[in-house]
């Protein structure tokens, strides 16, 4: 079946956290941006030069099929402009060059081995490279990483930095944080959890001939397991640091459990589910102050699973109802949420660097006035608040406030 196409979809709605905080550290380096420009100018001719010389270039004619699913991912991620794309041998997987004309250059495997469904996953992942601006810090990365014909960088970047092993590492960190954003885009992309997670498999070595036994369940055990492993021992915690140091991608389970929980939390499907006019609501939103966003579709969460219990409701009918009060500023009037009036969300700190949050919601329960308060289970240090709670917090000097996320009009 045709995806859904997404209208008003930002890359900052689907980006991951870690994906945020570490392109902050990297662009907090001095000088950074200096050498973005000469590492894109070098690095990304040397690979058009390989590519226009060695891979073989998709169009609506040499390969409509491929071309198709490249058009589709564009039309359900919103992407005004399809990439031109590359087909070049190899096992399944796809990287992005190009920045200003961003190219995406994908495996020959990754259409012969993937389903539709799934190689929607793999496009729609690269589309999330591009959308959410990752482009030009995989070119510097691959230029230092390189090393070999970029001399004057190398120099220029000695002036920066005392040794690349101040800026490779945070490179390296954000790439591996960038992935989660891109398979994110990947999801939004295919729009089916079971084939992402079969692609990721397929990507980890499930071996061709076995196909008909792959099952998305077995890579989402080993992820928990894996986790499981390395909450349990310090030790392995730092020789799964230490691996991967200085490479550009998270272990392939580590990506499995990222997805499946952000699938989990209920989020990927918001953003399939809105309509135009709340995907643009919450484009605003996330816009302005990202983390407030992050923070919303946890509230939805929330009061979703509250709401269904106290109405009785299929929690997705709960879901369906809220999202459409808070994001799209419906009324309740004439659903199964008509009873209730009023959801603020109240932050109040505790001592010096700590915040709590709680729902407060007004209830008409039998024409009588009613208040319910639903503690959210997270707490913040200061630094932690989003821009938006600490300006607040700042310019009322007091230590409780509260913000109106939806009230009968």
């Not at 499995?256 to 929980?261: D, M, S, V």
């Not at 952000?262 to 709340?278: F, I, K, R, T, Y």
């Not at 500023?329 to 659903?335: D, F, I, K």
């Not at 109040?348 to 009613?370: C, F, H, S, W």
Request: aromatic residues 6%; proline residues 5%; charged residues 20%.
């Amino acid at each position: 079946a045709p995806r859904r196409e997404l209208e008003n979809l930002d890359s900052v709605m689907f980006e991951h956290p870690d994906d945020r905080a570490a392109k902050r550290a990297i662009q907090n380096v001095p000088g950074v941006s200096g050498l973005i420009g000469k590492a894109v100018d070098l690095h990304k001719r040397h690979v058009e030069i390989n590519l226009l010389g060695g891979a073989f270039l998709v169009t609506e004619d040499s390969l409509p099929q491929v071309h198709e699913a490249l058009a589709e991912a564009c039309r359900a991620l919103a992407v005004p402009r399809l990439p031109a794309l590359y087909l070049r041998d190899g096992p399944i997987g796809a990287l992005t060059y190009g920045v200003d004309a961003p190219y995406i250059v994908l495996n020959s495997a990754s259409v012969a081995l993937l389903s539709r469904e799934e190689l929607l996953f793999v496009l729609g992942h690269e589309l999330g490279h591009i959308q959410a601006d990752h482009v030009k810090y995989h070119t510097l990365a691959g230029a230092m990483a390189a090393g070999t014909q970029l001399g004057a960088l190398m120099v220029s970047l000695a002036a920066v930095v005392v040794s690349a092993g101040t800026l490779l590492p945070l490179l390296a960190a954000w790439a591996r944080s960038s992935e989660l954003t891109a398979d994110r885009a990947g999801l939004l992309a295919c729009q089916n959890r079971d084939a992402a997670l079969r692609a990721l498999t397929k990507l980890s070595g499930f071996p061709m001939s076995l196909y008909g036994h792959l099952h998305p369940r077995h890579i989402v055990a080993q992820a928990e397991q894996f986790a499981a492993r390395l909450d349990a021992s310090f030790l392995d915690r730092a020789f799964n640091a230490g691996q991967l140091w200085l490479t550009s991608h998270p272990h392939t389970v580590l990506r499995a459990k990222r997805l499946t929980q952000w699938w989990a939390a209920g989020n990927a499907q918001d953003l399939v589910a809105m309509s135009a006019v709340e995907r643009k609501r919450a484009k605003a939103l996330a816009q302005a102050d990202p983390e407030q966003a992050d923070l919303l579709f946890e509230i939805l969460a929330a009061l979703s699973g509250w709401a269904a219990t106290r109405w009785k409701l299929r929690p997705g009918d709960a879901r369906q109802n809220l999202r459409a009060m808070i994001f799209g500023g419906q009324s309740a009037r004439s659903t199964p949420l008509e009873p209730l009036l009023r959801v603020d969300l109240v932050l109040e700190r505790k001592g010096a660097n700590q915040t709590t949050y709680r729902l407060v919601m007004l209830i008409n329960d039998k024409g009588a006035p009613t208040r319910v308060t639903l503690e959210l289970p997270r707490a913040a240090a200061w630094d932690d608040l989003p821009p938006g709670f600490r300006e607040r917090f700042i310019r009322e000097g007091k230590r409780e406030a509260a913000w109106t996320l939806y009230s009968v009009s």
